[in-house]
């Protein structure tokens, strides 16, 4: 989709500090950080959200792909021992802001109940 921001950062057609990438996900620090490290995980195929997953042929093999990438940054970052959160924002009341699925590692301080939650 050539309008979604993230695309746009997968194509490299705009800058982002990439800290994790393979043949299917990409990871970067997310502008508006609400901890530390504040990471947004996102698959390379444009999928709009979580629920758009029961259309896809390997939909639960990229939702445990994206986990497994997150933990595996947490650990890299340093974060895992302490712990963190995971947080995937679905649609217009779970306040996804972009239409495309990012998950979000949150962690490096103590977190409130309500990170991530508005």
Do not use: W
């Not at 970067?28 to 698959?43: C, E, M, S």
């Not at 997953?53 to 595996?72: C, H, P, R, T, Y």
């Amino acid at each position: 989709m050539k309008d979604c921001i993230f695309c746009q950062i997968i194509n490299k057609k705009i800058p982002a500090e990439i800290i994790y990438e393979n043949d299917r996900i990409l990871a970067f620090p997310d502008i508006n950080a609400l901890a530390p490290v504040h990471v947004l995980i996102i698959p390379k195929k444009h999928i709009e959200s979580i629920n758009d997953l029961k259309n896809e042929k390997d939909g639960q093999n990229l939702a445990g792909e994206l986990i497994m990438v997150a933990q595996e940054i947490a650990e890299k970052k340093g974060i895992s021992e302490d712990g963190y959160k995971l947080l995937f924002r679905v649609q217009k009341h779970g306040q996804q802001e972009v239409p495309h699925i990012h998950l979000h590692l949150i962690g490096g301080a103590q977190l409130k109940e309500t990170i991530g939650v508005a």
